[in-house]
């Protein structure tokens, strides 16, 4: 379970003990016990006792603590039983332990015994975390994914490392750094892509229709990662806004831009699409709400610890609310200060919320920074739509590898029967077929070399980032189709009978045309072709042409 009261208990003595003894332990004892900890910990396991003892007295500087039983410091058991510990382990262990990794983790189970959302950051993580908070990053800009048993470029950003270097969709990545990237996961390539600027690194690459590996020397940049990815008019006087790069410092500002233009273009009815949003900045889900709320509406509030954080409720300020008709599209990657935007909106009948239910992630966050670049994530309140409702779901009820997994997933690996925003319309979201979805980036990516006979005229060259959707890119053909079907039939080990094709014949043509019009024109553009016939956002727009600007 997440919670342990034993364990609990336990780390509050331990922290109380050591927020006291910083306070009146004797210099003697003190040193004693600092020079026995200093002989056998590392630099990285010093972070373990210093956190312990910031949570204990500094991040809680001017709030007394109160002196719970026990005996000072140097004599509380669990600071003995640890010493022993790390004294055992650096002189029995077969090999040097690593350190840093055990500091780390020993860190974050001990602040996962107090919840799933306050966890501990090395110098690295913690500096990616707060780079995509201000909208950017430092890597190569590829956007990968796992298509069967590979890591394959399904995206590049336009004039970064990554697409000047020569970088295509459809690459697979074989190496980094000439190690494998077998069994590696998103995850993964995220930590070793986002790092220093002005670093560099070699990544080795399988190209369709291309003999040899190549390998391609580059060197990382800042990457824009803002909150809106684009925005277009789906149908006449109807916008589209994708906000689903979470709630960065710039997101207010980008989307009173995006609606700016659209507005521009002739919209009066707008859909923002916050489906695996997975939020971020609780300042800018107030400045995003109030641009829809009239002044006087309660926003959210924020209730913490007795005695610790007071309650405070926040409020629009807006005197020109946007009055337009406006639906949001949520599902179960919809979370935190996503979730605070919609359940504002919906409290007050703003908006329609369409969908599948939320995440349910209402704990609030403070972020300090910790010594030698490190940082603490700590949650310290939490918040309430305008009607009182806690979208924080439960957590004492599943375990932490549960838990962990459904952030991982950004979705509950069971649907909660509490917290998160339940849509006002529920609409089941479009499947996707894992196995079908790969074999047609297959067919595509060898398409696009000109390696499908009779099929050549859909090789591609060049990506042209900058095309305008038509709706007749790459039609479906009886050839098409029969090629599909071939190309599949060599390819045993997928499993794919010609029955489930057939009974998935729209899906599969829906697929094959996405990733073609990705290979040709880039990934937004693919996303804006499947737009067109994703069930939710048809259903939103059923809903907005109905509506009538107020």
């Not at 707008?270 to 009239?294: C, H, T, Y």
């Not at 992630?361 to 972020?367: E, R, S």
Request: hydrophobic fraction near 35%; charged fraction near 25%.
């Amino acid at each position: 379970m997440l919670r342990s009261k034993t364990i609990g208990q336990t780390w509050q003595t331990f922290l109380h003990a050591l927020n006291r003894g910083r306070r009146r332990l004797s210099r003697r004892v003190a040193r004693r016990v600092a020079r026995r900890v200093a002989r056998r910990v590392t630099r990285w396991v010093g972070p373990l006792l210093i956190l312990c003892a910031a949570i204990g007295g500094r991040l809680y500087q001017g709030v007394p603590v109160p002196d719970p039983p026990g005996n000072s410091i140097a004599e509380n058991p669990v600071v003995k039983s640890f010493v022993r510990l790390v004294d055992i382990l650096e002189t029995e262990y077969f090999e040097t332990p690593d350190w840093e990794g055990m500091t780390g983790k020993s860190i974050n189970r001990m602040l996962h015994t107090l919840d799933p959302h306050s966890n501990f950051y090395n110098p690295t993580d913690f500096t990616n975390m707060q780079n995509e908070q201000n909208s950017r990053y430092y890597g190569i800009g590829a956007i990968i994914s796992q298509r069967h048993n590979g890591i394959y470029v399904v995206g590049v950003t336009p004039g970064k490392p990554a697409h000047r270097a020569g970088i295509k969709y459809g690459d697979a990545i074989v190496e980094v750094d000439r190690e494998s990237t077998i069994d590696w996961s998103e995850s993964t390539w995220r930590s070793r892509m986002r790092t220093d600027p002005g670093s560099s690194v070699e990544i080795t690459i399988e190209r369709a229709g291309v003999s040899r590996r190549q390998t391609f020397r580059i060197d990382r940049d800042e990457v824009p990662y803002p909150s809106v990815r684009h925005y277009f008019l789906i149908r006449p006087g109807i916008g589209y806004i994708n906000l689903t790069g979470g709630f960065n410092q710039e997101t207010s500002t980008e989307l009173r831009q995006a609606m700016a233009a659209l507005k521009a273009q002739g919209m009066e009815r707008l859909l923002i699409d916050l489906r695996r949003n997975p939020g971020g900045l609780l300042k800018q889900a107030i400045q995003v709400s109030e641009i829809f709320l009239p002044p006087g509406n309660e926003i959210v509030s924020i209730r913490g610890r007795e005695g610790r954080v007071p309650q405070r409720s926040y409020v629009s300020e807006n005197q020109l609310p946007e009055t337009m008709p406006l639906a949001l599209l949520i599902d179960e990657g919809t979370a935190s200060a996503s979730e605070i935007f919609a359940g504002a909106l919906q409290d007050y009948r703003r908006a329609k919320i369409i969908g599948e239910q939320s995440f349910g992630k209402g704990l609030v966050q403070t972020v300090y920074r910790l010594r030698g670049g490190t940082g603490l994530v700590l949650t310290t309140a939490r918040y309430f739509t305008p009607r009182g409702r806690s979208i924080q779901r439960s957590y004492s009820d599943v375990s932490i590898y549960d838990y962990e997994r459904s952030r991982r997933l950004m979705r509950p690996v069971a649907a909660p029967s509490t917290g998160g925003i339940r849509p006002d319309l529920r609409v089941r979201s479009d499947e996707v077929l894992v196995d079908l979805r790969d074999a047609c980036f297959q067919f595509a990516r060898q398409a696009s070399a000109g390696l499908i006979p009779n099929l050549v005229e859909w090789e591609v060259r060049e990506a042209d980032f900058y095309y305008q959707l038509r709706g007749q890119e790459y039609q479906i053909t009886t050839v098409v189709r029969r090629l599909f079907r071939d190309f599949v039939q060599i390819h045993p080990e997928w499993q794919l009978g010609q029955p489930l094709i057939e009974e998935q014949r729209d899906y599969v043509e829906r697929q094959i045309r996405a990733e073609m019009i990705g290979t040709a024109y880039g990934t937004e553009i693919a996303e804006q072709f499947l737009l067109q016939s994703d069930r939710q956002v048809l259903r939103a727009i059923e809903w907005l042409t109905r509506q009538v600007q107020k």
